[in-house]
């Protein structure tokens, strides 16, 4: 059954008719990892997955949210000392929490939902389902809230109902989303552009290496934590901006971790920038040894990759793909690959035969369809 189907009828089994249905995409990201905290460049792009939602109000103080993937049923009220126990419904708590503290009323309702972005692949299924209830909420209540701040209320709300300091880009490109595009964002300014991603001659594929990441309580705060200490060390907000001869000069009042950290990141940026001049040229051979030293870069100076992942990357260089590198938070997830469209099967079928001679399974296969963010469903 389709997904739709499956959330509507859910709903009208469990509370009767009359829903509303609400959708919200993952997203993928070119490059411009670690960056958005950091004050810096993203480049993503919204997915063809992602996470549907049938609501409605139900007149009274309560939330009764039902999980379809895991047959689970969360009820819980909408003051702070409220927070239900499953971590699933956190998100949906503190989405509805975080539009209150934004002015908006809102009451108890009744919900169902779904979704098909694979979890801890590092395709942001969290920010998937915090998109599509921030969206949804905003409508059914007359929240009048622009959508910048539709996606900070799904980043508020991992920060103080998740454990997690993320950045803003995965909640952004989950709203704004557009099909056939890509998004490059200003995390400093929060100035953006669309920008039309058809690469002639080329794929982009995502393999998922099948380790779950999970970014709670996990050492992406750690690192967040490294990158501000360094900042402030050089007297910015942000290490947005800061040179390698900026670094190299506090190198011995800064932990060698805290500087290969801040290394990363300054490469990172060059680089977006670097990546966004070559699309402009069409120049996917650029684009793609870009991501390759991104991999490498968070792989030995920021370490939030691990072995099958840099054993992906790997395979991917040995069949000339042009470009492939940890996509997201990192700790296990995807690798997201460009392609030349000859080389595409080959490539495809040897990285699923080294991985599952090596590992035991093969990693799963996302061909990349870019799609639309935050919507009603008619
Ligand atoms: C996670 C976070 C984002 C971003 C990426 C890394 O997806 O939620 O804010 O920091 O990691 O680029």
Redesign the pocket.
């Known amino acids: 059954m389709e997904m739709k189907q499956k959330v509507a009828s859910k709903f009208e089994e469990l509370f009767g008719a009359g829903a509303f249905l609400y959708a919200s995409p993952g997203r993928i ?1 070119l490059i ?6 950091n004050g810096g460049f ?1 480049f993503p792009g919204a997915v063809d997955k992602g996470i549907i939602a049938a609501i409605k109000p139900n007149g009274t103080d309560k939330v009764r949210a039902f999980s379809i993937d895991l047959d689970e049923l969360a009820e819980f009220g909408l003051r702070e000392e409220d927070k239900p126990v499953q971590s699933w419904a956190h998100y949906i708590f503190g989405v509805c929490r975080e539009m209150q503290k934004r002015g908006v009323e809102v009451k108890g309702f009744d919900t169902t939902f779904a979704g098909d972005v694979p979890l801890g692949a ?1 395709m ?1 299924s969290s ?1 998937a389902l915090e998109s599509t209830y921030a969206f949804a909420l905003n409508e059914l209540y007359n929240g009048n809230i622009d959508k910048f701040e539709l996606a900070r209320v799904g980043q508020s709300t ?1 920060h103080n109902y998740c454990g ?1 300091n ?5 909640q952004f490109a989950s709203v704004f989303g557009k099909e056939g595009c890509l998004m490059r964002l200003d995390c400093r300014s929060m100035e953006f552009a669309y920008f039309p991603f058809h690469p002639e001659g080329y794929k982009l594929v995502l393999l998922d290496s099948v380790v779950k990441h999970a ?1 709670v309580g996990s050492p ?1 705060n750690d690192r967040r934590a490294s990158c501000e200490r360094v900042a402030k060390m050089l007297g910015q907000e942000f290490l947005r901006g800061a040179t390698m001869e900026q670094l190299d000069a506090i190198k011995d009042k800064i932990s060698d971790e805290d500087y290969r950290r801040a290394r990363y990141v300054i490469g990172e940026e060059r680089r977006v920038l670097a990546v966004c001049d070559a699309l402009e040229r069409d120049d996917y051979e650029t684009v793609g040894k870009c991501m390759f030293e991104t991999h490498w870069g968070m792989s030995k100076d920021y370490e939030v990759s691990c072995e099958e992942l840099d054993f992906l990357a790997a395979v991917a260089e040995e069949c000339g793909v042009t470009g492939s590198r940890i996509m ?2 990192g700790f296990g997830g995807c690798t997201i690959n460009l392609v030349k469209e000859e080389l595409y099967d080959n490539f495809i079928a040897t990285a699923k035969e080294k991985f599952a001679a090596k590992y035991g399974h093969e990693p799963k296969v996302y061909p990349v369809i870019i799609s639309d963010g935050s919507r009603r469903l008619e």
């Open positions: 990201n411009g990892e670690h960056t958005d905290y993203v590092g942001s920010a991992e997690v993320c950045g803003i880009m995965d970014l992406y997201g938070g």
